[in-house]
Antibody, heavy 114, light 113 residues
Framework: QVQLVESGGGLVKPGGSLRLSCAAS????????MSWIRQAPGKGLEWISY????????YHADSVKGRFTISRDNAKNSLFLQMNSLRAEDTAVYYC????????WGQGALVSVS | DIVMTQSPDSLAMSLGERATINCKSS????????????LAWYQQKPGQPPKLLIY???ARESGVPDRFSGSGSGTDFTLTISGLQAEDVAVYYC?????????FGGGTKVEIK
C-alpha cells in the first residue's frame, strides 16, 4: 500500500538546521509532484514548498524562501527538506504529500525550535 | 495570494443531521480553459494527517462515503455532510490549487451535539 514516512524531526535551537526526509513506497514516486506542508501546534495547515516530478521546478512560500530548500532523489524514492536559520515560528508538524492534490500524506515529523 | 475563508469556525450537529461548511476564495479558482474549479476539501482527525475528501470542487475521492459532497464554482464553495456520523467528528479544510502559493482555509471543527 501507499506509504510516505517522514523522518529527521527533533528539537533544535533558533538559528540551527535540520534536514527532513520522506520515504515513499507503494506508488510511482517519480511521476508525482511533491510538497511539504506544515501545521503549527493547534493551528491550521500551511503549504510551504513543492517540487516537480523531475526536480527541475521548485517553489517555496515567502515564509521559508531563502531558508528552506526542497529536493528529491527519484532513484531512492525520497523527498527532502533542508531547513536552515530555524526560528521559533517554524515549530510545527511537517508533512510530505503529493502535489497539488494531496492524495497521499505522511504521518508527519515534529520540528521544535526552542 | 488567494485567501481562503471558511465559515463557520465550528459547528455542533446531532447524529443524522446535515452539516454544511462554506469556503470563499478571494479570487476565482475556476480555470476557464477546462472549466474546472481548483478546489479541494480535506478531513483531519486528531493526531492524523489530513485526508482528501473532494477535489475539482465536487469529485469524491475513491473510498470516501457518499454522504460527503462538494458544490460551488468560482469563489463560493460548500462541503455537505448528509447524515452526520460519529466518525465524522474532525476539522475540515478547503484548499485552492489554482495558483501558487497553495492556500488553505482556516478550518471548521465539526462536533456532535
Amino acid at each position: 500500500q501507499v506509504q510516505l514516512v517522514e523522518s529527521g524531526g527533533g528539537l533544535v535551537k533558533p538559528g540551527g538546521s535540520l534536514r527532513l526526509s520522506c520515504a515513499a513506497s507503494g506508488f510511482s514516486f517519480s511521476d508525482y509532484y511533491m510538497s511539504w506542508i506544515r501545521q503549527a501546534p493547534g493551528k491550521g495547515l500551511e503549504w510551504i514548498s513543492y517540487i516537480s516530478s523531475s526536480g527541475d521546478t521548485i517553489y517555496h512560500a515567502d515564509s521559508v524562501k531563502g531558508r528552506f530548500t526542497i529536493s528529491r532523489d527519484n532513484a531512492k524514492n525520497s523527498l527532502f527538506l533542508q531547513m536552515n536559520s530555524l526560528r521559533a515560528e517554524d515549530t510545527a508538524v511537517y508533512y510530505c504529500a503529493t502535489h497539488p492534490k494531496g492524495t497521499y500524506w505522511g504521518q508527519g515529523a515534529l520540528v521544535s525550535v526552542s | 495570494d488567494i485567501v481562503m475563508t471558511q465559515s463557520p469556525d465550528s459547528l455542533a450537529m446531532s447524529l443524522g443531521e446535515r452539516a454544511t461548511i462554506n469556503c470563499k476564495s478571494s479570487q476565482s479558482v475556476l480555470y476557464s480553459s477546462n472549466n474546472k474549479n481548483y478546489l479541494a476539501w480535506y478531513q483531519q482527525k486528531p493526531g492524523q494527517p489530513p485526508k482528501l475528501l473532494i477535489y475539482w470542487a465536487s469529485a469524491r475521492e475513491s473510498g470516501v462515503p457518499d454522504r460527503f459532497s462538494g458544490s460551488g464554482s468560482g469563489t463560493d464553495f460548500t462541503l455537505t455532510i448528509s447524515g452526520l456520523q460519529a466518525e465524522d467528528v474532525a476539522v475540515y479544510y478547503c484548499q485552492q490549487y489554482y495558483s501558487n502559493p497553495l492556500t488553505f482555509g482556516g478550518g471548521t471543527k465539526v462536533e456532535i451535539k
